[in-house]
Nanobody, 126 residues
């Protein structure tokens, strides 16, 4: 069964950093774009960052450009590296997978993604 599980959420001070992990099981990530999304209380889910299936392209939300990066390892895990964090980065963070064996650029539009984790809470507060 295809499953995604997020790890690493928690409380971080403004200006701090945090790394989230997204572990996949039941399938290989080689042919999937992976995106990170977040949802703040009372707001819609928004795309944060994604990496294409081949790892060649990364797409960002303007709100995190220069502060967040994404990487994937050889063990079916994708990481979200967050730095210079702001209170507005607070929310539940989800990773998601979209089957895309082509070298096309990934998208951070949530409706393209069919497989989702359950999320991990991130709070940025002093």
């Amino acid at each position: 069964q295809l499953q995604l599980v997020e790890y690493g959420g928690g409380l971080v001070h403004p200006g701090g950093r945090l790394r989230l992990s997204c572990e996949a099981s039941g399938f290989t990530l080689d042919y999937y774009d992976i995106g990170w999304f977040r949802q703040a209380p009372g707001k819609e889910r928004e795309g944060v960052i994604c990496v294409s299936s081949g790892g060649a392209s990364i797409n960002y939300s303007e709100s995190v450009k220069g502060r967040f990066t994404i990487s994937r390892d050889a063990k079916n895990t994708v990481f979200l590296h967050m730095s210079r964090m702001k209170p507005e980065d607070t929310g539940v963070y989800y990773c998601a997978a979209n089957y895309n064996p082509s070298p096309d650029r990934c998208t951070i539009l949530p409706h393209y993604y069919g497989h989702w984790g359950r999320g991990t809470q991130v709070i940025v507060s002093s």
